[in-house]
């Protein structure tokens, strides 16, 4: 860690017991009025108590400016938490660092970290193992597929919320400067990681999406299975492929809401089992 | 369903919420023990049968695959439809299809449970206020351990007991059935996750032609005989080419911004 210098007012044990703190109680208050302005203020309370412990009225001050609004995505968001305690290390050792500065430096970077966050940890990563693990466990019931998700999952997440919330303390504002100057490193990034996301959701979608044609041409003693002498030839699984298609047509470019189309499913399929195509 | 098996699901329907600390936050909870993957395997343990608890597990989770809440804004509850939908479906001699069908109705039903806590707990944001404004660092704290208790009330209450008094009117329904309604069903819930992995691709597709990524991972799977394991160390190196051959004086670049930046220590100028 960088902070080791002699003039630090919190401790390595103290950064690290804020750590933890965030990391189990970042979400745990949310309602829609703060959002997770409350447990903020939970997770940085006894680092303002340390800091501000011969000055009652700012500690008051500090414990007020840190219960506002507040959202970003939890677990990205980990190195704002870390830049806050920074800047209020600063201030408490008498540096220029204003009240509005720490309260606009957070605002400023809930919205982009919510933004990536949500894209990419939850959107992308998330799903890519989630798919990796339904791939294991879908036929067969094996366990070891939720298994290998929860190891995999909860181990990156937390080593990365502990690596940023150390980093966004060590580096404090410049922790932000860094993650957006590098604008072509988080845009390759980003990029690779929905590439790959794609091909691995799609082969996944393969297996689970299913739709089999039942109904059978009969014609004197010929018989032809729609399914098996049509559709597999074409290739197997083409039709849930079709389907699927047109459901993200409809839902992303002609802006069906899910209800919408859930109920649409809904009434294709009872329609198809009613005329026995399906 | 025993009343036993019915309390120990409410329990982990409550730790899989989101408003819950205590295993490793948002991570451990909301995103891992409350996917439905992870549910399904939870509930199989609970009612003696690991099989069919994960594939309907596996199941419902292909249907919530796409589902990020950005702000607090949920489209579904997933938390009802893994922590009720699996457990009803599976009490009720039911299989993977029947969980998905009952999960859809039941996600829609359980936003307003998640709409009423997430409006009710600004009560606790309140009381940190009051804290804030006496000085008080321990009524701040009170007030975050407090927020927990709603939560743990109506998640964990209402999952219990919707799937102990819910049992025998699934067994019922299941039971009765004719074979058509059966049927429908299967089919229906097999389609239904064509939903999941369009919004996922909704969000996912930067650009338009990103698509044949799509098929080019389902053709892959659907024709040949690869795990999706494989498939995924083959989609590494295909993004990993693409982006590598996208521009490498981009990627010089980058480190020497990341020294730079770490050798002014504290300054707070701008």
């Known amino acids: 860690m960088k902070n080791k210098n002699e003039n630090s007012l919190l401790t390595k044990k103290d950064i690290d017991k804020a750590a933890w703190s965030y990391i189990f109680f970042a979400q745990a208050t949310q309602n829609f009025e703060r959002m997770m302005g409350l447990a903020f203020c939970h997770v940085v309370e006894p680092i303002l108590k340390k800091l501000y412990k011969d000055n009652p009225e700012e500690y008051k001050r500090a414990l007020q400016r840190h219960m506002q609004y507040y959202n970003t995505e939890p677990q990205l968001g980990a190195l704002i938490p870390g830049i806050t305690i920074a800047m209020e290390e600063a201030r408490a050792k008498g540096e220029d660092v204003s009240e509005e500065l720490i309260v606009n430096t957070k605002n400023a970077l809930m919205g982009p970290f919510a933004g990536i966050g949500d894209s990419m940890v939850v959107g992308t990563y998330s799903p890519i193992l989630l798919s990796i693990a339904m791939s294991m466990c879908m036929n067969d019931g094996n366990p070891v597929g939720p298994l290998f998700f929860c190891v995999v999952w909860l181990v990156t997440i937390v080593a990365m919320q502990w690596y940023l919330f150390h980093k966004g303390y060590s580096m404090g504002i ?82 069906w809401s899910a209800t919408k189309i859930i109920l649409a499913i809904v009434v294709f399929s009872a329609v198809m089992v009613a005329l026995g195509i399906m | 369903m025993t009343l036993f098996q019915a309390i120990l699901i409410g329990l982990f329907a409550y730790l899989g919420s989101k408003r819950t600390p205590w295993f490793f936050g948002v991570a451990g909870g909301w995103n891992m023990i409350g996917r439905p993957l992870v549910a399904g395997l939870i509930i199989g343990i609970i009612l003696g049968d690991v099989r069919s608890g994960v594939i309907a597990g596996a199941m419902v989770q292909a249907l919530f695959i796409g589902q990020i809440t950005p702000g607090g804004a949920m489209p579904a509850d997933v938390n009802w439809a893994a922590y009720i939908g699996i457990p009803l479906a599976l009490a009720a001699g039911g299989t993977g299809e029947q969980a998905v069908a009952l999960a859809v109705p039941l996600s829609m039903l359980g936003l307003g449970l998640f709409n009423f806590i997430m409006t009710i707990n600004a009560y606790f944001a309140h009381m940190g206020d009051k804290a804030a404004a006496k000085g008080d660092g321990a009524g701040i704290h009170k007030a975050t351990y407090l927020a ?66 799509f098929l080019l991972g389902w053709v892959m799977i659907g024709a040949t005989s690869m795990s999706v394991t494989a498939l995924a160390v083959f989609a590494t190196a295909v993004a990993l080419v693409f982006v590598m051959a996208q521009g490498e004086t981009k990627v010089v670049a980058a480190p020497a911004a990341n020294t730079s930046a770490e050798e002014e220590d504290d300054c707070y100028e701008e």
């Open chain 1, 174 to 255: 410049d922790a932000a400067n860094l993650f957006f100057k590098n604008k072509s490193l988080a845009d390759k990034i980003t990029t690779g990681l929905t590439m790959m996301g794609l091909i691995v959701i799609g082969g996944v979608a393969s297996t689970t999406v299913s739709a089999k044609i039942a109904y059978q041409f009969v014609s004197g003693d010929m018989v032809i299975g729609i399914q098996e002498q049509i559709f597999d030839k074409i290739m197997p699984g083409v039709l849930p492929l079709i389907l699927t298609l047109v459901v993200w047509y409809l839902l992303d470019k002609k802006k």
């Open chain 2, 148 to 213: 927990a208790v709603p939560s743990f009330i109506l998640r964990g209450g209402s999952a219990m007991l919707i799937c102990y008094l819910g049992t025998p009117l699934a067994e019922f329904l299941i039971n009765s059935m004719p074979e058509i309604v059966l049927h429908f069903f299967e089919v229906a819930g097999k389609l239904l996750p064509a939903l999941g992995f369009a919004m996922l691709l909704k969000q996912s597709l930067a650009k338009q032609w990103m698509i044949v990524l």
